[in-house]
């Protein structure tokens, strides 16, 4: 009986050993905006990573490293020198506050190590750089399937646009005022709202004068959050077309389902039970972990960094074959699929989606696949 | 000497040891980058000390400078592909052109409206970075700002961009010494603690505040370019009040003062947060506490929590100092009162709102007299010496000065011109000693200024005149022995004595005091009376505001009495003590009615 059981104890550090060595070390650093402005976005993209890593291929031993990138500009690079040098990084989470990826870029150019922002301000993957990708879909082509719905489907051309004087805002505003000239619409008002403003009385008492036959919004999720608050406190009988932070669980939790009627927004992503098991699985943990169902930056987050971690199951040894296996593979994730276009754009879907008034659970109305800009 | 003398220039070596050591140490990427950035920083905390520190002015624009130099800079470098040194030397001139521009209407301000103007130096400015897309690149900014490129040699990330920051830092920090330990440090000290004082020692504050701003600002524009070229982008970022709440946190944590202060002050709060975001979500909370930890044990800094602990060795007086004090060149003989007016007061008015507090007031004294204002409480004297000495612009009339108008002039032109005066409330510097609070009163007769403070090599010599000087007046006084105590040790009685050694050591023809006696016992009176009839005797001309008859009785030779802003009774005391009116103004018709009887 002892000799058995000593056979069984050895047989099991042998398989056990065996296990061990073919496991695949590496460390994620998740460099996000957890605190500060961005707070609210970059929780979410942490969480979307998190959750990558509790469901990442077996036979990968996942250490993580958070760091908050804040809001300064130096804030994600600092954090990427910090983690680049290590030799169990292949590639790095990045923040989705566009200032600081730019920063980051020769930082990361430098260490030749692959970053992943689901950010959607332009200019991150315009400076050539081959280890910048994008998760999220570039603001030319949100922006363009943001306007084709206004145009196309609501028949709308007379826009006024309310933005966040910050990257993100203006980038959008940016996008949306020309598709929309090109399209032979017109924008009859526009105004920068600044992030910290609380009250946009006498903004939208300009607005109702301009006459708009529609209000496009592009701004952060407690900006504009406070926008549609007003606008319904106003009365403001207008169609709203926001950007993605309104279809998020967490800005509309800050709002009633009447404040929300008929306001649609654009979102990269959007998720409903049921269409395979990895979504069922994704939704499910999710909402178990969170209590709420994920928004666009945690599941393009959590697509994203899955993708990385593919790689690196998949025989990625080094920064280089995660860069390589990046931009050359096509990737099926929970929300759609992403394949690298020659500057490191990664999503190419856009959804709309719109709040009916009854609940603060949007539903979707139109999909577009493989967009391109204007 | 004491133990401090012994542990400073110890601790002082232990820490550049460490400083030097530090990078060294820590060697990663990451800590070589903090430690870069920290440089950049320590450049604009010690900039930042120049308006905050030395003159005491609450600036809330540091930021803003550091911020649009960034811009500037790499606006050049992206935009028009200027050079490093080009750029960085642009980055300079803007700032401080800005700050010229600035200072125009803001510098007329003091206290919480000044720090409110200079915080919307900043917001403009942050406005104009969003706003002017197509110059700033918006809100993302602008990428692509090179490293730093001299003579054709680009310096690296790592030790070479370390070692190329920190070189500016010890540029920085010399200058900042320079500045300090002069006697245009000591001004500059005096104008913090107390403007009234300086510009009754012909300080001019104003122009101090204003090349003190310049200053800042130019530093800000030093650490703002290096700054872009080291985390080689711009954005809006660098323009926000964070930074600017940053800057201020460093002053305070280091110490608003101390040049060593700003450098430490930046090391902690650059590398704290970074040594701490392991607790994710807590780690501004604990950042932020130990901060305040900071602050409740050393609320003046580290830097005074060190002075407090090995307090620094008081400066010598010029005899230890290997000096001697400047031979008295005038005999000791007795000058006759003159017959000419030196000082003449002419139909002076003044009125608060409806109140005439002087009205019609004329007088005049004579070289080497000694003449003292008397009347009840309320009844113009010390609203008499503020429009004599320029404190108030007086609504009519005229103020001579050996025959030339001083009514129009500012306070320290007029104290410049030969006006000395002391104050009922005393204004010394309590901080510093006897000695130095006396000697900066040669700050005009030295002719020392902000460029020649660089100039200053091993000592400045015009600070040794300037306290031979002094210690001339010291001993004159009879207060040699304490010329090395700090003021704020001093017994009530001799701080009187160093507020009128500081006056004269300005080498006025006029002496205004306003109540010298005050808080005087009576020992101390007749010294002082015997003091006041040596200065009368070597020709100065003496005003005293005093209430106590009995010092004046013998001491005056001519009085004059105000009473509701009214001149009412001139003469020699004798006569003025029988003067119905007089009498009346002190004790009331009835008691004057019944005195006289």
Redesign the interface.
């Known amino acids: 009986m002892r000799f058995a059981r000593r056979i069984m104890l050895a047989a099991t550090a042998l398989l056990s050993s065996s296990a061990l060595a073919q496991e695949t070390s590496l460390t994620v650093p998740i460099i996000a905006p ?2 500060g402005l961005l707070a609210l976005e970059g929780t979410s993209q942490l969480n979307g990573a998190n959750m990558a890593i509790a469901h990442a291929p077996a036979g990968l031993k996942i250490k993580s490293q ?3 990138s ?5 804030g994600g ?3 990427l ?5 290590d030799k169990s990084t292949y590639f790095s989470v990045a923040p989705l506050f ?2 600081q990826v ?2 980051m ?2 930082v990361a150019l ?1 260490y030749k190590i692959p970053i992943l922002a689901p950010t959607g ?3 991150v993957t315009e ?1 050539g750089n081959p280890y910048m990708f994008r998760l999220y879909p570039h603001d030319a082509v949100s922006k363009a399937a943001h306007i084709r719905y206004v145009v196309e489907e609501l028949k709308l051309k007379k826009a006024a646009i309310l933005y ?8 959008g505003f940016k996008y949306m005022s020309e598709y929309l000239t090109k399209v032979g619409g017109e924008v009859i008002f526009s105004e ?1 709202v600044d992030l910290s403003a609380k009250e946009i009385s006498a903004t939208l008492a300009k607005l109702k004068a301009a006459k708009p036959d529609v209000v496009l919004i592009q701004m952060h999720s407690a900006s504009i959050a406070m926008v549609v608050k007003q606008l319904a406190a106003a009365n403001i009988q207008i169609p709203v077309v926001g950007n993605t932070t309104i279809a998020m669980p967490a800005t509309a939790s800050l709002l009633q389902p009447s404040e929300l009627k008929g306001v649609c927004a654009e979102s990269a992503s959007w998720l409903e039970k049921g269409a395979d098991a990895a979504t069922d699985r994704f939704i499910n943990d999710y909402v178990s972990k969170h209590g709420a169902m994920p928004d666009a930056y945690a599941i393009q987050q959590y697509d994203g960094l899955m993708m990385a971690l593919v790689a690196v199951k998949g025989g990625a040894k080094s920064t280089e074959d995660v860069r390589k296996y990046m931009s050359t593979t096509e990737y099926k994730g929970v929300a759609m699929r992403y394949k690298a276009d020659a500057k490191g754009n990664l999503a190419h879907s856009v959804v709309i989606v719109c709040y009916d008034g009854a609940s603060l659970n949007p539903k979707l109305v139109k999909r577009y696949d493989n967009v391109a800009g204007f | 000497m004491s133990r401090s003398a012994h542990v400073r220039p110890l601790l002082g070596a232990v820490g550049l040891c460490l400083l030097a050591s530090w990078p060294l140490i820590m060697s990663s990427p990451y800590d070589l980058r903090l430690f870069t950035l920290a440089g950049v920083f320590a450049i604009l905390a010690i900039g930042y000390q120049f308006i905050f520190g030395n003159v005491g002015e609450l600036s809330l624009s540091q930021g803003a400078f550091f911020g649009l130099s960034a811009y500037v800079s790499g606006i050049l470098a992206v935009k028009a592909g200027a050079d490093f040194p080009q750029s960085f030397a642009a980055s300079i001139i803007v700032c401080v052109l800005l700050a010229v521009l600035v200072s125009i209407p803001v510098l007329r301000l003091s206290t919480h409206y000044f720090a409110l103007a200079t915080l919307g130096v900043g917001q403009v400015l942050l406005l104009v970075a969003i706003e002017w897309q197509s110059l700033t690149g918006g809100a993302i900014g602008l990428s692509g700002v090179p490293l730093p490129k001299l003579f054709g040699v680009q310096v690296a990330r790592g030790w070479p961009l370390l070692l190329f920051v920190w070189c500016f830092v010890a540029l920085a920090a010399m200058v900042a010494f320079q500045v300090k330990r002069g006697l245009y440090g000591l001004a500059c000290h005096v104008v913090r603690q107390n403007a009234v004082a300086a510009r009754s020692l012909a300080i001019d504050p104003d122009s101090i505040r204003f090349a003190m701003f310049l200053l800042s600002a130019a530093m800000a524009g030093v650490a703002g370019a290096l700054h872009a070229h080291t985390i080689r982008i711009v954005s809006p970022e660098g323009l926000d009040f964070k930074v600017m709440i940053a800057c201020l946190t460093m002053a305070v944590i280091g110490g608003r003062t101390h040049i060593w202060g700003a450098i430490a002050g930046a090391l902690l709060v650059v590398h704290l947060p970074e040594w701490l975001r392991g607790f994710q979500q807590s780690y501004l909370i604990i950042t932020s506490s130990v901060l305040i930890a900071i602050l409740i044990v050393a609320p003046e800094g580290l830097a005074g929590l060190v002075d407090r602990l090995l307090p620094p060795q008081r400066s010598k007086s010029p005899d230890s100092d290997g000096l001697s004090p400047i031979q008295d060149r005038t005999s000791d003989g007795v000058l006759m009162p003159s017959e000419t007016p030196i000082l003449a007061v002419r139909e002076l008015t003044k009125t608060f709102g409806g109140v005439h507090a002087l009205n019609n007031v004329s007088f005049s004294l004579m070289r080497g007299s000694i003449a003292a204002v008397i009347g009840p409480n309320g009844s113009g004297k010390t609203t008499l010496v503020n429009c004599i000495t320029g404190n108030y612009r007086a609504d009519s009339g005229a103020i001579l000065l050996g025959g030339g108008e001083i009514g129009a002039l500012g306070s320290d032109e007029i104290a410049a011109r030969g006006v000395g005066r002391t104050f009922q409330n005393l204004r010394l510097v309590d901080d510093m000693t006897v000695l130095d609070n006396v000697a900066v009163a040669r700050f005009r007769a030295e002719a020392a200024t902000l460029g020649k403070s660089f100039l200053i090599g091993r000592r400045d010599e015009k600070l040794s005149r300037a306290r031979s000087h002094a210690l001339r007046v010291l001993r004159r006084v009879g207060l040699e022995h304490a010329a090395d105590v700090n003021c704020a040790s001093l017994a009530h009685g001799t701080k009187r004595l160093v507020e009128i050694a500081r006056a004269i050591c300005l080498d006025p023809a006029v002496l205004l005091l306003d109540e010298p006696a005050a808080g005087l016992n009576e020992t101390e009176q007749a010294e002082l009376a015997r003091l006041l009839e040596a200065l009368a005797a070597r020709g100065l001309t003496l005003l005293i505001i005093e209430h106590n008859m009995e010092f004046l009785k013998n001491l005056a030779t001519h009085m004059v009495c105000l009473d509701y802003g009214e001149l009412i009774a001139s003469g020699r005391p004798s006569a003025i003590y029988q003067d119905e009116r007089v009498i009346e103004a002190y004790v009331g018709r009835r008691q004057a009615a019944e005195a006289t009887a």
Request: aromatic share 2%; net charge negative.
């Open positions: 957890i605190t958070v760091i908050d804040g809001t300064a500009a130096e690079a600092n954090a020198e910090r983690v680049a040098g566009g200032t730019l920063a870029l020769p430098e301000t332009g200019p400076q966040n004087t910050t990257g993100y805002g203006q980038s920068g």
